[in-house]
């Protein structure tokens, strides 16, 4: 051709009664470019046939046409866990942790291969699970009454061919819906849930693997820039943490021995969470019938770990699976790293992280404001606590200035002198440092690629192995004397992991002076940052003034102060996101349900594909797993919701239930909620609060939420003695309307409005199941 373009040879495409010809077409600058061509055996659609090429823009990466598997059914034999009980018998005998680890991975690998042995299989495609044999024979026959036409143009035989196509289509159809709504019915866990509805394209698509886009290594230079920060802690530095005087009056801490039901327990988790990808080839999945073989063993070379303060240099390899952060990343920053650990190492650092855990709760060690990887706290909790002492000001004249900072890499740039002189404040003893310093110490990491094939092993030096159990708990303790420095905001901070936000409060006249002292306090972060080794990210650290709309407008901006971090003003904001909830300047939440709104459209986008096919209680479970969380998520924080904009929560409700029952828009909705056995958005608030609430009277957890729950006084006491022991709140005194319909009045009076029956239930189970009857009776009064 002239513009030294080429057609792609098909032939006739487009077939009449009488004729073929030739008008579609498929032009390519190259033909040595196509790897395939492709048309159909049969018209595809209006008697056009389908076309269909592969076309080469660059040089793909090599990719291999096998897999390696293990039969599974060589491991159900009743000689799989003897065999292995025998085998691991000799390693209890060893005295050096590294030995023992070593020979326990040795024998365990030996085992499998000896009874499922690694194989190598072709990969190919297959033809679709609910296809059948005689769907395909009957294929066959519509392909050969089309051939036969085409020869010789009998009018009959086309009208036999269409009727036959229309058939298979509807019957191929009614098999694929069978066979999805069949495995979707099997599916029990949350977790399975999604992985199948994402492989049958249900949910969300997931993001193509960094490594279309990166080389490993390229992937690999970039992660190790963050890792490698800091130096590690050498022996001469743990010696000298050691030798640190200590408060006398703060209890020791000690890893204590395992015992073999804690390490059974252990083994029972992991391998029921996990699949067949542990780094180092050896997943419990495979081992699930035998881990009372593996129990014995482990607790022997656990106790030694212990008792020698080594940790084994086997378990401290992770295997990087990068993943992207957005569809197509530019640059390795717009990717991350998800560390792959051996199942063995999620089972030994699980017994020692709850040991430490248990530690830090029982003697009250952690900052009470930190609410991050704890029992009892979450993000919910934090968010209330802002949002209770923002709210009574919003009315009350007074103006809240919030500070909320973001940190690069938090996890991964935390400096090990730094943690185990921490750790050592807290009179951890030198062999749980040492344990400590050996687990940190001498790590290595390699980038698995999507074949499986590894990078070489590199050594990190600075941050807390991810993915591992104990790294939350130690970030936390690292983290936690950031809490101390403060002399404004001792009190009216939060920090939730390595989020942290501090504000203050003043009257409109003190504007500037609260923000010197903001900036007093900012400055004292970025100093303790800096001296700890981590680095703020200034461009994601967010101000907010929440004050009335009034009160909002008669502030003069032009002579207010600015917030200064680090030689950058910080502008205010009109809206931040804080922890996943959208606040606005006046405390709306307008633009939080706004944001609601868009993800659950965005989510029923995507089910309505799959909604002429699969039936109501499908629908259901499917609405309940990917919607109802962003209506539950945080919800007591915006609980003084305005009527108005509660009614948009309620009209998304109403969207999910006409798409599980595919009604129309003015069909009476009030049967569907009796039959899913649904609450309205406001009354499914009032359950969580009043669960909610039930579980702060049982565990007073957290603490600074012990407060809001006002006890009342001897007399309301022995009042609720005589009703049967039901508790009662005292409701406090309000004088604004969003004091009024915030937490801590609507706690009190939703609490006390319930029947002292459910109120005196003597089991979180047992108060379930009678707050959701009563509420349950409520909507159909």
Not at 56 to 65: A, K, Y
Not at 382 to 409: C, Q, Y
């Amino acid at each position: 051709m002239e513009a030294s373009l080429e057609f792609v040879p098909f032939g006739a495409m487009h077939h009449g009664a009488t004729f073929d010809t030739v008008i579609d077409s498929i032009i390519v600058d190259s033909l040595d470019r196509i790897t395939r061509s492709i048309k159909s055996l049969t018209p595809y659609t209006a008697a056009h046939d389908s076309l269909m090429v592969e076309y080469r823009l660059v040089d793909p990466l090599p990719v291999g046409d096998t897999s390696s598997y293990r039969d599974k059914r060589g491991i159900a034999v009743p000689e799989f866990e003897p065999s292995l009980r025998s085998a691991l018998d000799c390693v209890r005998d060893l005295d050096d942790v590294d030995d023992m680890a070593n020979g326990i991975h040795r024998i365990m690998l030996e085992t499998l291969n000896t009874f499922a042995p690694l194989g190598r299989r072709s990969v190919r495609a297959t033809r679709a699970p609910w296809f059948t044999l005689a769907l395909k024979e009957r294929c066959r026959m519509r392909d050969g009454l089309y051939q036969c036409y085409k020869r010789t143009r009998d009018p009959d035989l086309l009208r036999r061919f269409r009727q036959l196509r229309k058939e298979l289509k509807r019957e191929s159809r009614g098999a694929r819906e069978a066979y999805l709504l069949n495995g979707l019915r099997s599916i029990s866990t949350e977790a399975r849930r999604w992985s199948y509805l994402r492989r049958i394209g249900i949910s969300a698509p997931q993001l193509p693997s960094p490594l279309t886009f990166f080389a490993p290594e390229e992937l690999f230079d970039h992660h190790c820039a963050v890792t490698m920060v800091h130096p590690g802690c050498s022996a001469d530095a743990l010696n000298g943490i050691i030798a640190m005087d200590v408060q006398n009056d703060l209890p020791i801490f000690n890893f204590r021995d395992v015992t073999e039901v804690e390490v059974l327990s252990a083994l029972a988790r992991v391998a029921g969470g996990v699949g067949t990808g542990s780094g180092d080839g050896l997943s419990l999945a495979y081992f699930n019938d035998a881990l009372a073989a593996l129990a014995p063993v482990l607790v022997s070379t656990i106790n030694v770990m212990i008792s020698a303060g080594k940790y084994p240099h086997l378990w401290k390899k992770s295997y990087i699976r990068p993943l992207s952060k957005v569809r197509a990343p530019s640059s390795p920053a717009q990717t991350r790293p998800v560390s792959n650990l051996p199942h063995l190492t999620k089972v030994c650092d699980g017994l020692l992280t709850a040991q430490i855990t248990e530690h830090f709760e029982s003697h009250s060690l952690l900052s009470p404001l930190q609410s991050g990887f704890r029992e009892g706290f979450r993000t919910q909790t934090a968010l209330i606590k802002v949002t209770e002492d923002i709210r009574p000001g919003v009315e009350g004249g007074i103006v809240t200035i919030l500070l909320l900072f973001d940190f690069n890499s938090a996890f991964d740039m935390l400096n090990h002198v730094n943690l185990i002189s921490a750790l050592r404040k807290l009179n951890f003893s030198p062999n749980a440092l040492s344990l400590l310093h050996s687990y940190l110490s001498q790590r290595s990491q390699a980038v698995m690629d999507d074949a499986g094939d590894l990078t070489d092993f590199r050594a990190y030096t600075s941050g807390v192995p991810q993915g591992s159990t104990p790294a939350p708990i130690l970030f936390a303790v690292y983290i936690d004397s950031l809490t101390r420095i403060f002399k404004h905001c001792t009190a009216i901070h939060m920090m939730f992991a390595d989020d942290l936000q501090i504000y203050l409060q003043c009257l409109p006249s003190e504007i500037n002076s609260t923000i010197a002292k903001l900036n007093q306090e900012a400055h004292s972060v970025a100093r303790w940052v800096h001296d700890n080794g981590l680095v703020l990210n200034i461009s994601k650290t967010k101000a907010i003034l929440f004050a009335s709309d009034q009160n909002f407008m008669r502030i003069q901006w032009d002579h207010c102060s600015r917030i200064v971090l680090e030689g950058t003003e910080i502008p205010f904001e009109d809206c931040v996101k804080n922890l996943g909830l959208l606040m606005y300047r006046s405390l709306s939440w307008r633009n939080h349900v706004s944001a609601i709104s868009s993800r659950v459209y965005g989510v029923l986008h995507r089910l309505r594909s799959a909604a002429y096919f699969l039936p109501s209680d499908i629908k259901k479970i499917l609405v309940d797993t990917f919607i109802m969380p962003h209506f539950d998520y945080s919800c007591l924080a915006f609980i003084d919701i305005k009527a108005t904009t509660d009614i948009k929560l309620k009209r998304l409700l109403n969207t999910c239930i006409r798409y599980i029952f595919r009604l129309r828009r003015d069909a009476e909705l009030l049967p569907y909620y009796r039959r899913l056995d649904w609450l309205t958005p406001s009354d499914r608030r009032a359950y969580v609060l009043n669960l909610f609430t039930y579980k702060m009277l049982s565990a007073a957890r957290p603490e600074y939420l012990r407060d809001i729950y006002h006890q009342p006084n001897e007399l309301i006491r022995r009042s609720a003695r005589l009703a049967g022991g039901a508790r009662t709140l005292e409701v406090p005194f309000a004088d604004t309307t969003t004091y009024k319909t915030g937490f801590t009045i609507q706690t009190a009076n939703e609490w006390n409005s319930l029947p002292a029956r459910i109120r005196s239930a003597s089991s979180l189970p047992l108060f379930k199941r009678l707050l959701r009857d009563h509420m349950r009776r409520s909507l159909s009064a």
